[in-house]
């Protein structure tokens, strides 16, 4: 019987697997700083190891006339470090690579090196009660510099994203679907220009999924809308495994 059981969470995990990448596909986008990979930490104390892809849309402002509106693409990839002293709270470095580019304005910068951090604490279930489900907070900040040519003159554009979101997960088997809220500023600092950037919306909802093919590797896949229209997938490894 458990091994039905193992068997029938192994079909359902690669079935929501397989709508987040089918999601990913249509929406033909993908992501800012993922929320997930993991949405609940099980293996505490220890680490979590994930490398990924993604891409994200928004549109975005100048900040002293919102009637500029051009729409922003930035490319990424992502390598998380997270340091997990106890289940309830868990520190992580981000880095990796990442380019910002503009529609209207013709801008397409260059490949930059893209660098963070962030934190994540659990606020419920507390150590007295057992439950599948998982509800935390989440804080991040990522930024990059890229550059690109425009009339002749050589433009920087700082790019910094802050992002507090609020999550529900569950947890079955090896499978952590999970969802939120998210409050998720963008600003972007161009050389030279009075017009600099801003995102046109601050607020988003994304939903996820954490599959675990073995009690120590993973697959991620997030999507997110309103704020920003992205998808992140990733593949990572805990140590000790995932309980």
Do not use: C, H
Request: glycine share 12%; net charge negative; hydrophobic share 40%.
């Amino acid at each position: 019987m458990s091994r039905r059981r193992n068997g029938a969470g192994q079909l359902v995990g690669l079935g929501l697997l397989l709508l987040v990448l089918v999601l990913a596909v249509w929406t033909s986008v993908a992501s800012a700083t993922p929320v997930g990979g993991t949405a609940a930490n099980s293996g505490a104390p220890g680490f979590i190891f994930n490398s990924g892809v993604g891409f994200t849309m928004r549109d975005m402002e100048a900040d002293k006339d919102d009637q500029i509106v051009d729409e922003a693409q930035s490319s990424r990839f992502l390598a998380k470090l997270d340091v997990v002293p106890s289940k309830y709270i868990d520190a992580y470095g981000l880095i990796g690579a990442a380019d910002f580019q503009l529609d209207d304005a013709d801008y397409r910068g260059t490949l930059a090196t893209a660098y963070g951090g962030g934190a994540r604490g659990e606020l419920f279930p507390l150590w007295f009660y057992s439950t599948p489900f998982r509800v935390a907070v989440d804080v991040n900040y990522l930024t990059f510099t890229t550059e690109d040519t425009l009339g002749g003159q050589d433009i920087k554009a700082r790019y910094e994203e802050y992002q507090a979101s609020a999550l529900l997960a569950y947890q079955w088997q090896g499978i952590t679907p999970y969802g939120g809220f998210k409050y998720n500023p963008t600003y972007v600092t161009m050389e030279g220009s009075r017009n600099n950037l801003v995102g046109d919306t601050d607020y988003g909802v994304f939903i996820g999924l954490d599959y675990f093919v073995t009690p120590n590797v993973f697959f991620a896949g997030e999507l997110s809308i309103f704020a920003e229209t992205s998808i992140f997938l990733a593949v990572g490894f805990t140590f000790p495994e995932n309980r």
